[in-house]
């Protein structure tokens, strides 16, 4: 943590300014570090909920990293012009997973944006239905 900080400072003052793709690692590895002391925690936890929070945390832990796959993927495969909505929508993944983090098994969870779902960026349900287009169709429902 302190390498970390000293690297960003170092950045600050030397006159670089971070990117916005700069700031989300930078929160990815603040909630990964905020999930392993979370893990502590839960380690010395009584065992009738020890194994249920574990997993809790292992669940979080995976969606972290799909989060991060995600995040890398920006910078080469989303064109210039849509990345500010991709970096949005990663902003809100890593803001949903902290959320959750100290969460009791059994406790409701906040939902990931619909536009990251299967650990999987999606920038068009961001954007949602183009202008003038028509709702998707359902089925009538009959008795």
Known sequence: MLIITGVLAGLLLGGCKLTRYDELKAESRRVAERLRAE???????????????LEHLTSLRYTLSAANVALASVPRYVPEEDRPLAFDVMEEVYATIDWNIPLMPGDEMRALPGAFSSGRLNLDAARGPAPGSAPPYTAPITD
């Not at 893990?39 to 929070?53: G, N």
């Open 39 to 53: 893990q502590s925690v839960a380690l010395v936890t009584p065992p009738t909920v020890r194994a249920q929070k």
